[in-house]
């Protein structure tokens, strides 16, 4: 009986954990342990750990720290390309000796073996493809290309020299200070690629992440089968059902099956649940990158319009907030308009209300269509990307 509630409130402590971190953010949870547990784990704890080594072993073991953090976090380096390479043999390495021994079995063919070496040999090769691919890096050569392949929408990008690069920066380009070069069409830098996501190469990382998210229900399904056939294979229904007297419904079965499950093929549970888990991780991120990219926007842009909007209501409600104080003085002096009837005074919510409506417009939306052949095919890899400077030069 205790080990039920030692496994409770692991389970309870996990969910908090991974709840907090993913969802402490929401407004929702503002005020509640949820969002302290949010900061601790994002900031907090590594805060405190600073503090810690600072005590403990003074200014050496701190700057030490903060210049592993800088290598980490602010420079080119593999370790998150190493990381993903781990995950990926590794999950294939245990499915391969846990599970190829039921290959074929009673819903797999054999086919399954090399299929499934093929699909995780694909997903390396968008990986690379990803990584080492030119995001579309500006250069003296091609800035007047990229110049005029993206007019200034004069809202969020207007005419400017980039400080770092000296050279005009492209609408839609921005410098990554990780990589020290301005990208055309930047999206993110991405740690995991050690790359900018780009002008050249968000169609490859659209693809790496749609193929992981199928590899994954691949593998989530196939170890699924594997599993089934086994429980056919053994004929554990009969013998559950015929020998040992179980009730043959669903509802009676189910709790002997899960038993049997987890005792005989626990490594094989496990991975189903973690290839299901990434696969609803890998289907959010592409969703948001897919609905980006039909609607010829980019993450670094979304980022700018929040700002632009954010600035332009503040800007609004100022004006707003400085005519109804000007209304206000001509009120008690007497001036101005007649007073307002007191019943729409009094349906009116604030003196901000008036505030105009900004949304947003984006120029360089050009129809689902045509914006999705836009990341199949980049402007820079056209013909007439390459004769726009024979005739400016
Ligand atoms: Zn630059
Ligand atoms: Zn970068």
Redesign the pocket.
């Known amino acids: 009986m205790a080990v039920h509630w030692v496994l409770i409130c692991h389970g309870l402590v996990t969910l908090t954990v991974v709840v907090s971190f993913l969802c402490g953010q929401w407004p929702i949870f503002q005020g509640t342990p949820i969002s302290s547990i949010h900061r601790f784990i994002t900031f907090g704890a590594y805060q405190y750990f600073l503090k810690f080594v600072g005590a403990v072993f003074g200014d050496k073991g701190t700057n030490l720290i903060l210049s592993v953090e800088y290598y980490c976090c602010d420079r080119p380096n593999p370790i998150l390309q190493i990381i993903y390479l781990a995950i990926i043999g590794t999950i294939y390495c245990i499915i391969a000796k846990t599970s190829f021994s039921y290959i074929p079995g009673y819903y797999l063919s054999g086919i399954h073996r090399y299929a499934s070496m093929l699909a995780v040999g694909i997903g390396i090769l968008l990986f690379i493809l990803t990584s080492f691919s030119d995001p579309g890096t ?1 250069k003296a050569e091609n800035v007047s290309q990229y110049l005029s392949a993206y007019p200034y929408d004069n809202i969020i990008y207007t005419e400017k020299e ?6 005009p ?1 492209p609408a839609r ?4 200070s990780i990589c ?3 990208v055309a069409r930047f999206d993110h830098h991405c740690g995991w690629m050690n790359n900018c996501i780009g002008e050249r190469n968000t169609r490859y990382f659209l693809a790496f992440l749609l193929w992981h998210f199928l590899l994954c229900v691949y593998g989530t399904i196939a170890i699924g089968l594997v599993l089934a056939g086994q429980l056919k294979e053994l004929r554990v229904i009969y013998i559950l059902t015929v020998y040992y007297g179980v009730d043959n419904s669903f509802g009676s079965l189910a709790p002997y099956i899960v038993q049997w499950l987890l005792g005989s093929y626990n490594t094989q549970i496990l991975l189903m649940v973690f290839m299901a888990i990434v696969s609803l991780l890998l289907a959010g991120f592409f969703v948001y990158h897919a609905n980006l990219c039909l609607t010829n926007t980019t993450t670094n842009e979304t980022f700018k319009w929040q700002d632009y909007i954010s600035w332009r209501k503040k800007l609004s409600e100022a004006r707003a907030s400085t005519a109804a104080l000007k209304a206000s003085i001509s009120g008690v002096n007497g001036e101005g308009k007649p007073p307002e009837s007191k019943c729409r005074s009094f349906f009116r919510r604030s003196p901000l209300e008036d505030t105009e409506a900004v949304i947003k417009n984006n120029v360089y939306d050009k129809g689902f269509f045509l914006n999705f052949y836009e990341v199949i095919f980049p402007v820079s890899t056209r013909a007439s990307f390459l004769q726009t400077k024979s005739k400016s030069g």
Not at 162 to 167: D, Q, R
Request: aromatic share 0%; net charge positive; hydrophobic share 15%.
């Open positions: 500006v980039c400080s770092t690069c000296k050279l920066k380009s921005k410098h990554c020290n070069r301005c």
